[in-house]
């Protein structure tokens, strides 16, 4: 099994900042794909970055120019940097990592979610 911590979230003024972590633990091989998904109220949820194993990055338009999404494999950790931020960035962030466990199985996680709120 695969665990995933998120943490970071919080309440910010617009055009603030705020970074998020996920780290994931467990019977982790190697991770493949590492992403970032958020959820507001009434939406469906929707990728925003996701960050491939030899580092390539892929962002949302709505997010591209103020988010970065970085990784730290020896920590197993993905962090999402989200700078300029607006009130429509309003919502719970949700990790999930694809990673390949001990056993040779590929395995699909998401974390508990934490809630980002943009407002003044």
């Known amino acids: 099994q695969v665990q995933l911590v998120e943490s970071g979230g919080g309440l910010v003024q617009p055009g603030g900042s705020l970074r998020l972590s996920c780290a994931a633990s467990g019977s982790i091989f190697s991770i493949n794909a590492m992403n970032w998904y958020r959820q507001a109220p009434g939406k469906e949820r929707e990728s925003v970055a996701v960050?491939?194993?030899?580092?390539?990055?892929n962002y949302a338009d709505s997010v591209k120019g103020r988010f970065t999404i970085s990784r730290d494999n020896a920590k197993n950790t993905v962090y999402l940097q989200m700078s300029s931020l607006k009130p429509e960035d309003t919502a719970v962030y949700f990790c999930?990592?694809?990673?390949?466990?001990?056993?040779?199985?590929?395995?699909?996680?998401w974390g508990q979610g934490t809630q980002v709120t943009v407002s003044s």
């Open positions: 960050i491939r194993s030899g580092g390539i990055t």
């Open positions: 999930y990592v694809n990673v390949r466990d001990i056993f040779g199985s590929t395995i699909g996680s």
